[in-house]
């Protein structure tokens, strides 16, 4: 994988050095029809049976994220939903 360094400085003290960071290199998209004729170069299937099963994983993994579950998918990761707020005061009625 390519990266590059970028420097950037911590908005909470900025009177401290710049720091360096490694940022991935975006090298382009890969669509999921590729990716459909990829898993036929390796398997028995045709394309449009690789197609329906990524197709039927993509309309399925939101359900269970939606149910507050990880999704495992083997070596290339767990999906989990992740979010951040603002706190605030409790309002009493």
Not at 30 to 58: F, P, T
């Amino acid at each position: 994988m390519k990266y590059k360094l970028t420097e950037r400085k911590n908005p909470q003290n900025p009177q401290a050095a710049a720091k360096l960071y490694a940022t991935p290199v975006n090298e382009g998209k890969i669509s999921q029809k590729e990716i459909a004729a990829d898993i036929v170069g390796l398997s028995s299937l045709v394309r449009g049976d690789v197609a329906n099963v990524i197709d039927s994983l993509i309309d399925t993994v939101p359900k269970y994220l939606l149910m507050g579950k990880s999704v495992s998918l083997g070596e290339l990761g767990t999906l989990r939903i992740s979010f951040t707020s603002e706190s605030c005061y409790r309002r009493r009625i």
